[in-house]
Protein backbone atom coordinates (compact mmCIF):
# COMPACT_ATOMS: atom_id res chain seq x y z
CA UNK A 1 0.00 0.00 0.00
CA UNK A 2 1.36 3.42 -0.64
CA UNK A 3 2.57 5.74 2.12
CA UNK A 4 0.29 9.05 2.05
CA UNK A 5 2.07 12.33 1.16
CA UNK A 6 2.62 14.23 4.54
CA UNK A 7 0.52 17.03 4.82
CA UNK A 8 2.55 19.65 3.69
CA UNK A 9 5.02 17.59 1.14
CA UNK A 10 8.39 19.54 1.07
CA UNK A 11 11.17 19.54 -1.73
CA UNK A 12 13.95 17.39 -0.34
CA UNK A 13 17.46 17.02 -2.10
CA UNK A 14 19.22 13.54 -3.05
CA UNK A 15 19.55 11.34 -0.36
CA UNK A 16 17.83 13.32 2.30
CA UNK A 17 14.03 12.21 1.61
CA UNK A 18 10.99 12.73 3.68
CA UNK A 19 11.03 9.76 5.73
CA UNK A 20 7.76 7.96 5.15
CA UNK A 21 8.41 5.40 7.86
CA UNK A 22 9.05 7.94 10.42
CA UNK A 23 6.66 11.09 8.95
CA UNK A 24 9.47 12.82 9.70
CA UNK A 25 11.46 15.68 7.41
CA UNK A 26 14.11 17.74 7.65
CA UNK A 27 14.43 20.48 10.52
CA UNK A 28 13.55 23.19 8.34
CA UNK A 29 11.10 22.35 5.67
CA UNK A 30 12.40 22.89 1.84
CA UNK A 31 10.19 24.61 -0.97
CA UNK A 32 7.02 22.76 -1.63
CA UNK A 33 6.32 20.55 -4.66
CA UNK A 34 4.88 17.33 -5.78
CA UNK A 35 6.54 15.02 -7.32
CA UNK A 36 5.82 11.48 -8.66
CA UNK A 37 6.77 8.73 -6.75
CA UNK A 38 10.43 7.50 -7.92
CA UNK A 39 12.03 3.94 -7.06
CA UNK A 40 15.38 5.15 -6.84
CA UNK A 41 15.34 7.51 -3.81
CA UNK A 42 16.88 6.33 -0.60
CA UNK A 43 15.37 6.54 2.59
CA UNK A 44 16.49 9.46 5.25
CA UNK A 45 18.56 6.82 7.15
CA UNK A 46 19.84 5.24 4.44
CA UNK A 47 20.92 8.72 3.15
CA UNK A 48 23.08 9.49 6.34
CA UNK A 49 24.36 6.30 6.26
CA UNK A 50 25.78 6.18 2.90
CA UNK A 51 28.13 8.47 0.89
CA UNK A 52 25.60 9.97 -1.47
CA UNK A 53 22.43 8.19 -3.37
CA UNK A 54 22.78 10.36 -6.91
CA UNK A 55 24.66 8.83 -9.57
CA UNK A 56 27.75 11.33 -9.44
CA UNK A 57 30.83 9.15 -11.42
CA UNK A 58 28.41 6.31 -12.00
CA UNK A 59 27.10 5.28 -8.81
CA UNK A 60 23.41 4.17 -9.10
CA UNK A 61 21.14 4.76 -6.28
CA UNK A 62 20.28 1.38 -4.25
CA UNK A 63 16.72 -0.03 -5.23
CA UNK A 64 14.35 0.92 -2.72
CA UNK A 65 10.46 -0.45 -2.60
CA UNK A 66 7.73 1.43 -4.99
CA UNK A 67 5.48 2.40 -2.83
CA UNK A 68 7.40 4.84 -0.92
CA UNK A 69 6.72 8.58 -1.96
CA UNK A 70 9.70 10.61 -2.29
CA UNK A 71 10.77 14.38 -3.25
CA UNK A 72 13.36 14.96 -5.26
CA UNK A 73 15.46 18.31 -5.42
CA UNK A 74 14.11 21.04 -7.96
CA UNK A 75 11.07 18.88 -9.27
CA UNK A 76 8.86 21.26 -10.68
CA UNK A 77 8.86 23.83 -8.04
CA UNK A 78 6.75 26.37 -9.24
CA UNK A 79 5.42 28.86 -5.74
CA UNK A 80 5.93 31.38 -3.57
CA UNK A 81 9.42 33.01 -3.20
CA UNK A 82 11.15 29.92 -4.88
CA UNK A 83 8.57 30.26 -7.91
CA UNK A 84 12.14 30.41 -10.05
CA UNK A 85 13.83 27.54 -9.12
CA UNK A 86 16.25 25.61 -11.48
CA UNK A 87 16.70 22.15 -11.01
CA UNK A 88 20.13 21.11 -10.56
CA UNK A 89 18.62 17.44 -11.57
CA UNK A 90 18.94 18.02 -15.15
CA UNK A 91 15.69 16.74 -17.61
CA UNK A 92 16.10 14.29 -20.60
CA UNK A 93 16.51 16.04 -23.04
CA UNK A 94 19.26 17.78 -21.50
CA UNK A 95 17.45 20.97 -20.50
CA UNK A 96 17.08 21.99 -16.95
CA UNK A 97 14.31 21.69 -14.49
CA UNK A 98 13.22 17.98 -12.45
CA UNK A 99 10.36 16.90 -11.86
CA UNK A 100 7.85 14.51 -13.97
CA UNK A 101 9.83 15.69 -17.65
CA UNK A 102 13.25 14.21 -15.99
CA UNK A 103 11.37 11.05 -14.46
CA UNK A 104 13.25 7.98 -15.72
CA UNK A 105 11.87 6.01 -18.60
CA UNK A 106 10.97 2.63 -16.64
CA UNK A 107 14.08 0.04 -16.97
CA UNK A 108 16.43 2.33 -18.09
CA UNK A 109 19.54 2.54 -16.06
CA UNK A 110 19.60 4.99 -13.16
CA UNK A 111 22.92 6.77 -14.16
CA UNK A 112 21.35 8.00 -17.47
CA UNK A 113 17.80 8.30 -15.87
CA UNK A 114 19.59 11.14 -12.87
CA UNK A 115 22.29 13.22 -14.89
CA UNK A 116 23.73 15.84 -12.74
CA UNK A 117 23.86 19.56 -13.12
CA UNK A 118 27.01 19.91 -15.25
CA UNK A 119 27.94 22.36 -12.61
CA UNK A 120 27.64 19.93 -9.94
CA UNK A 121 30.11 17.49 -11.37
CA UNK A 122 33.11 18.47 -9.17
CA UNK A 123 31.65 19.59 -5.91
CA UNK A 124 31.15 16.50 -3.78
CA UNK A 125 27.29 15.09 -3.09
CA UNK A 126 27.42 15.15 0.76
CA UNK A 127 28.01 19.11 0.83
CA UNK A 128 25.48 19.76 -1.77
CA UNK A 129 23.22 18.06 0.90
CA UNK A 130 24.37 20.06 3.48
CA UNK A 131 23.93 23.24 1.69
CA UNK A 132 20.52 22.60 1.14
CA UNK A 133 19.73 21.26 4.46
CA UNK A 134 21.73 23.73 6.53
CA UNK A 135 22.56 26.83 4.29
CA UNK A 136 19.14 27.08 2.30
CA UNK A 137 17.02 29.59 4.25
CA UNK A 138 13.31 28.33 4.61
CA UNK A 139 11.74 30.25 7.65
CA UNK A 140 8.89 32.74 7.11
CA UNK A 141 9.07 35.40 4.24
CA UNK A 142 10.43 38.54 4.86
CA UNK A 143 8.83 42.12 3.27
CA UNK A 144 10.02 45.54 3.46
CA UNK A 145 7.02 46.18 6.36
CA UNK A 146 8.81 44.07 8.56
CA UNK A 147 11.73 45.90 8.47
CA UNK A 148 11.61 49.25 10.38
CA UNK A 149 13.61 52.34 9.46
CA UNK A 150 16.72 52.04 7.19
CA UNK A 151 14.72 53.83 4.85
CA UNK A 152 17.48 54.89 2.72
CA UNK A 153 19.01 51.40 2.18
CA UNK A 154 16.07 49.78 1.52
CA UNK A 155 15.27 51.98 -1.52
CA UNK A 156 18.80 51.88 -2.90
CA UNK A 157 18.14 48.34 -2.52
CA UNK A 158 15.41 47.85 -4.15
CA UNK A 159 16.65 50.17 -7.00
CA UNK A 160 19.97 48.08 -7.59
CA UNK A 161 19.11 44.51 -6.75
CA UNK A 162 15.68 43.31 -6.61
CA UNK A 163 14.35 45.50 -9.54
CA UNK A 164 17.34 43.44 -11.86
CA UNK A 165 16.63 40.48 -10.30
CA UNK A 166 13.10 40.14 -10.88
CA UNK A 167 13.41 42.48 -14.48
CA UNK A 168 17.19 41.11 -15.83
CA UNK A 169 15.74 41.96 -19.41
CA UNK A 170 15.76 45.88 -18.88
CA UNK A 171 18.31 45.95 -16.23
CA UNK A 172 21.29 45.13 -18.81
CA UNK A 173 24.75 46.87 -19.63
CA UNK A 174 25.24 49.74 -17.25
CA UNK A 175 21.88 49.12 -15.38
CA UNK A 176 22.52 45.54 -14.60
CA UNK A 177 22.43 44.50 -10.94
CA UNK A 178 26.14 44.92 -8.60
CA UNK A 179 26.87 40.96 -7.62
CA UNK A 180 28.08 42.00 -4.22
CA UNK A 181 26.50 44.07 -1.59
CA UNK A 182 27.89 45.10 1.63
CA UNK A 183 25.84 45.50 5.16
CA UNK A 184 27.93 47.20 7.74
CA UNK A 185 26.59 48.67 10.89
CA UNK A 186 26.33 47.45 15.03
CA UNK A 187 25.12 44.13 15.75
CA UNK A 188 20.68 43.53 15.61
CA UNK A 189 19.92 46.51 12.95
CA UNK A 190 18.40 44.45 10.95
CA UNK A 191 21.17 43.09 8.39
CA UNK A 192 20.07 39.46 8.18
CA UNK A 193 16.55 40.33 7.62
CA UNK A 194 17.72 42.97 4.92
CA UNK A 195 19.42 40.29 3.21
CA UNK A 196 16.01 37.76 3.57
CA UNK A 197 13.92 40.33 2.39
CA UNK A 198 16.35 40.88 -0.36
CA UNK A 199 15.53 37.11 -1.64
CA UNK A 200 12.08 36.69 -1.03
CA UNK A 201 11.34 39.75 -2.65
CA UNK A 202 13.40 38.91 -5.68
CA UNK A 203 11.84 35.11 -5.99
CA UNK A 204 15.31 34.45 -5.15
CA UNK A 205 17.01 31.29 -2.93
CA UNK A 206 18.46 32.28 -0.02
CA UNK A 207 21.78 30.64 1.09
CA UNK A 208 22.51 32.12 4.79
CA UNK A 209 25.71 31.63 6.03
CA UNK A 210 28.23 32.76 8.57
CA UNK A 211 31.57 33.00 7.55
CA UNK A 212 33.11 31.92 10.48
CA UNK A 213 31.01 28.52 10.60
CA UNK A 214 33.34 27.94 7.02
CA UNK A 215 36.63 27.96 9.09
CA UNK A 216 35.12 26.60 12.48
CA UNK A 217 32.70 24.05 11.35
CA UNK A 218 33.59 22.82 8.69
CA UNK A 219 37.27 22.36 9.74
CA UNK A 220 39.33 22.03 6.78
CA UNK A 221 37.11 22.12 4.20
CA UNK A 222 35.70 25.56 4.02
CA UNK A 223 37.46 26.08 0.55
CA UNK A 224 35.26 23.27 -0.57
CA UNK A 225 31.81 24.55 0.63
CA UNK A 226 32.49 28.16 -0.66
CA UNK A 227 33.05 25.97 -4.20
CA UNK A 228 30.00 24.49 -3.29
CA UNK A 229 28.02 27.15 -1.90
CA UNK A 230 28.47 29.26 -5.49
CA UNK A 231 27.91 26.08 -7.43
CA UNK A 232 24.96 25.13 -5.66
CA UNK A 233 23.36 28.69 -5.75
CA UNK A 234 24.04 29.22 -9.68
CA UNK A 235 22.04 26.02 -10.21
CA UNK A 236 19.00 27.61 -7.54
CA UNK A 237 19.47 30.73 -9.32
CA UNK A 238 17.95 33.53 -8.63
CA UNK A 239 19.88 33.34 -5.48
CA UNK A 240 21.01 35.88 -2.88
CA UNK A 241 24.10 34.39 -0.33
CA UNK A 242 23.91 35.99 3.13
CA UNK A 243 27.56 35.62 4.36
CA UNK A 244 27.07 37.08 7.96
CA UNK A 245 30.41 37.87 9.82
CA UNK A 246 32.06 38.57 6.38
CA UNK A 247 35.11 39.97 8.03
CA UNK A 248 36.39 37.11 9.26
CA UNK A 249 36.44 35.66 5.83
CA UNK A 250 38.03 38.62 4.24
CA UNK A 251 40.30 40.20 6.84
CA UNK A 252 43.20 41.71 5.80
CA UNK A 253 45.70 39.48 5.01
CA UNK A 254 48.57 39.09 7.64
CA UNK A 255 51.53 37.13 8.44
CA UNK A 256 49.81 35.77 11.13
CA UNK A 257 46.71 34.02 9.01
CA UNK A 258 46.17 30.13 8.94
CA UNK A 259 46.92 29.06 5.85
CA UNK A 260 43.30 27.31 5.49
CA UNK A 261 42.19 30.93 6.03
CA UNK A 262 43.69 32.17 3.37
CA UNK A 263 42.56 29.34 0.61
CA UNK A 264 39.28 29.77 1.87
CA UNK A 265 39.43 33.20 1.31
CA UNK A 266 41.10 33.03 -2.17
CA UNK A 267 38.65 30.65 -3.18
CA UNK A 268 35.95 33.00 -2.36
CA UNK A 269 37.23 36.26 -4.29
CA UNK A 270 37.58 33.11 -7.10
CA UNK A 271 34.13 32.72 -6.88
CA UNK A 272 33.06 36.43 -6.36
CA UNK A 273 35.01 37.01 -9.51
CA UNK A 274 33.34 34.15 -11.35
CA UNK A 275 29.76 35.25 -10.80
CA UNK A 276 30.89 38.98 -11.81
CA UNK A 277 32.32 37.63 -14.94
CA UNK A 278 29.16 35.69 -15.71
CA UNK A 279 26.76 37.88 -16.60
CA UNK A 280 23.81 35.70 -17.18
CA UNK A 281 24.19 34.35 -13.49
CA UNK A 282 21.94 36.03 -11.13
CA UNK A 283 23.92 34.84 -8.05
CA UNK A 284 24.49 38.51 -5.48
CA UNK A 285 26.29 38.21 -2.51
CA UNK A 286 25.34 40.25 0.42
CA UNK A 287 27.91 40.28 3.04
CA UNK A 288 27.18 41.82 6.84
CA UNK A 289 29.83 43.01 9.24
CA UNK A 290 30.10 44.64 12.46
CA UNK A 291 33.74 45.47 11.51
CA UNK A 292 33.77 46.89 8.34
CA UNK A 293 37.61 48.44 8.68
CA UNK A 294 38.33 44.98 8.93
CA UNK A 295 37.85 44.18 5.05
CA UNK A 296 40.64 43.96 2.79
CA UNK A 297 41.01 46.59 0.03
CA UNK A 298 40.57 43.43 -2.48
CA UNK A 299 37.63 42.75 -1.17
CA UNK A 300 35.89 45.78 -0.37
CA UNK A 301 36.35 46.83 -4.13
CA UNK A 302 34.44 43.35 -5.19
CA UNK A 303 31.38 44.20 -3.09
CA UNK A 304 30.50 47.56 -5.06
CA UNK A 305 27.29 48.76 -2.75
CA UNK A 306 28.39 48.76 0.79
CA UNK A 307 25.20 50.26 2.90
CA UNK A 308 25.53 51.56 6.08
CA UNK A 309 22.52 50.57 8.42
CA UNK A 310 22.94 52.05 11.31
CA UNK A 311 20.54 52.13 14.73
CA UNK A 312 16.82 52.82 14.62
CA UNK A 313 15.91 56.42 14.77
CA UNK A 314 12.81 57.47 16.92
CA UNK A 315 10.49 56.61 14.54
CA UNK A 316 11.72 53.22 13.85
CA UNK A 317 11.29 52.41 17.16
CA UNK A 318 8.53 53.31 17.72
CA UNK A 319 7.05 51.27 14.63
CA UNK A 320 8.87 48.46 15.79
CA UNK A 321 7.33 48.67 19.88
CA UNK A 322 4.02 49.43 17.99
CA UNK A 323 3.96 46.22 16.27
CA UNK A 324 5.35 43.83 19.06
CA UNK A 325 2.78 45.50 20.96
CA UNK A 326 0.22 45.01 18.51
CA UNK A 327 0.38 41.04 19.44
CA UNK A 328 0.16 40.95 22.71
CA UNK A 329 -2.56 42.29 25.38
CA UNK A 330 -1.09 45.14 26.02
CA UNK A 331 -2.35 48.54 28.04
CA UNK A 332 -0.32 51.39 26.88
CA UNK A 333 -1.36 55.01 25.52
CA UNK A 334 0.28 56.48 23.06
CA UNK A 335 2.44 59.34 25.59
CA UNK A 336 3.35 56.11 27.33
CA UNK A 337 4.89 54.39 23.89
CA UNK A 338 6.47 57.82 23.16
CA UNK A 339 7.85 57.32 26.67
CA UNK A 340 9.45 54.20 25.50
CA UNK A 341 10.74 55.46 22.78
CA UNK A 342 12.90 58.12 24.13
CA UNK A 343 14.54 56.13 26.34
CA UNK A 344 15.29 53.77 23.99
CA UNK A 345 17.78 55.93 22.39
CA UNK A 346 20.71 54.06 21.45
CA UNK A 347 19.21 50.69 21.01
CA UNK A 348 19.66 48.72 18.18
CA UNK A 349 16.67 46.67 16.40
CA UNK A 350 17.46 43.67 18.69
CA UNK A 351 17.82 45.36 22.04
CA UNK A 352 14.15 47.54 21.35
CA UNK A 353 12.85 43.55 20.53
CA UNK A 354 14.83 42.68 24.30
CA UNK A 355 13.00 45.69 25.53
CA UNK A 356 9.65 44.50 24.39
CA UNK A 357 10.51 40.45 25.91
CA UNK A 358 11.15 41.68 29.07
CA UNK A 359 8.45 44.11 29.63
CA UNK A 360 6.51 41.27 28.36
CA UNK A 361 7.47 39.19 31.07
CA UNK A 362 6.30 41.68 33.94
CA UNK A 363 2.87 40.50 33.87
CA UNK A 364 3.59 36.76 34.38
CA UNK A 365 5.92 37.82 36.96
CA UNK A 366 2.78 39.34 39.13
CA UNK A 367 1.22 36.12 39.24
CA UNK A 368 3.21 35.38 42.67
CA UNK A 369 1.26 33.74 44.41
CA UNK A 370 -0.93 31.66 41.74
CA UNK A 371 0.28 28.38 40.65
CA UNK A 372 1.62 28.93 36.74
CA UNK A 373 0.75 25.40 36.24
CA UNK A 374 -3.21 26.65 36.52
CA UNK A 375 -3.72 29.68 36.20
CA UNK A 376 -6.03 30.82 33.37
CA UNK A 377 -4.76 32.46 30.75
CA UNK A 378 -7.77 35.63 31.36
CA UNK A 379 -5.77 35.89 34.86
CA UNK A 380 -2.51 36.98 32.93
CA UNK A 381 -3.16 40.85 33.03
CA UNK A 382 -2.01 42.73 29.90
CA UNK A 383 1.13 44.19 29.83
CA UNK A 384 1.54 48.10 31.49
CA UNK A 385 4.33 51.32 31.21
CA UNK A 386 5.58 49.37 34.68
CA UNK A 387 6.42 46.23 32.62
CA UNK A 388 8.78 48.59 30.57
CA UNK A 389 10.29 50.65 33.75
CA UNK A 390 11.39 47.41 34.96
CA UNK A 391 12.77 46.17 32.01
CA UNK A 392 14.46 48.98 30.95
CA UNK A 393 16.66 48.34 34.50
CA UNK A 394 17.86 45.51 32.84
CA UNK A 395 17.87 45.84 28.80
CA UNK A 396 20.81 48.04 27.88
CA UNK A 397 22.21 49.39 24.80
CA UNK A 398 24.36 46.87 23.47
CA UNK A 399 26.09 49.19 21.20
CA UNK A 400 28.54 52.01 22.21
CA UNK A 401 29.05 55.32 21.19
CA UNK A 402 32.73 54.88 20.36
CA UNK A 403 31.84 52.03 18.06
CA UNK A 404 28.89 54.46 16.62
CA UNK A 405 31.84 56.78 15.81
CA UNK A 406 33.63 54.57 13.94
CA UNK A 407 30.76 53.34 11.30
CA UNK A 408 30.20 56.82 11.26
CA UNK A 409 33.88 56.88 10.16
CA UNK A 410 34.14 54.12 8.16
CA UNK A 411 30.67 55.40 5.72
CA UNK A 412 32.02 58.60 5.36
CA UNK A 413 35.26 57.33 3.63
CA UNK A 414 33.93 54.03 1.78
CA UNK A 415 30.15 53.98 2.25
CA UNK A 416 27.61 54.88 -0.37
CA UNK A 417 25.17 56.51 1.74
CA UNK A 418 24.35 60.08 2.11
N1 LIG B 1 15.15 47.45 11.47
C1 LIG B 1 14.54 46.46 12.16
N2 LIG B 1 13.21 46.32 12.07
C2 LIG B 1 12.59 45.35 12.74
N3 LIG B 1 13.21 44.47 13.56
C3 LIG B 1 14.52 44.59 13.69
C4 LIG B 1 15.27 45.58 12.99
N4 LIG B 1 16.57 45.45 13.32
C5 LIG B 1 16.65 44.43 14.16
N5 LIG B 1 15.43 43.90 14.40
C6 LIG B 1 15.16 42.79 15.31
O1 LIG B 1 16.41 42.31 15.78
C7 LIG B 1 16.60 40.96 15.38
C8 LIG B 1 18.03 40.77 14.91
O2 LIG B 1 18.16 41.42 13.65
P1 LIG B 1 19.22 40.95 12.57
O3 LIG B 1 19.66 39.55 12.87
O4 LIG B 1 18.66 41.22 11.22
O5 LIG B 1 20.40 41.94 12.89
P2 LIG B 1 21.84 41.96 12.28
O6 LIG B 1 22.12 43.37 11.93
O7 LIG B 1 21.96 40.96 11.19
O8 LIG B 1 22.69 41.53 13.54
P3 LIG B 1 24.16 40.90 13.61
O9 LIG B 1 25.07 41.94 13.04
O10 LIG B 1 24.37 40.71 15.07
O11 LIG B 1 24.12 39.64 12.82
C9 LIG B 1 15.58 40.70 14.29
O12 LIG B 1 15.15 39.38 14.29
C10 LIG B 1 14.47 41.63 14.66
O13 LIG B 1 13.66 41.03 15.65
Not at 148 to 170: C, S
Not at 202 to 224: D, H, P, R
Amino acid sequence: SRVPIPREPHQLPWGCGWDTDTGTGPQRPLPALSTPPRASRPTRSTARSRTHPIPIGGRAPPSQPIDRVKKSLGAGRSRGPFGKFVSPVARQDGSEGGGAAGKPPAGAPAEAALPVDERLRNIEPRMVELIMHEIVDHGPPVSWDDIAGVDFAKATIQEIVVWPMLRPDIFTGLRGPPKGILLFGPPGTGKTLIGKCIACQSGATFFSISASSLTSKWVGEGEKMVRALFAVARCQQPAVIFIDEIDSLLSQRGDGEHESSRRIKTEFLVQLDGATTSSDDRVLVVGATNRPQEIDEAARRRLVKRLYIPLPEAPARKQMVTRLMSRERCRLSEAEIELIVQRSHGFSGADVTQLCREASLGPIRSLQSLDITTVMAEQVRPIAFADFESAFRTVRPSVSTKDLELYETWNQTFGCGR
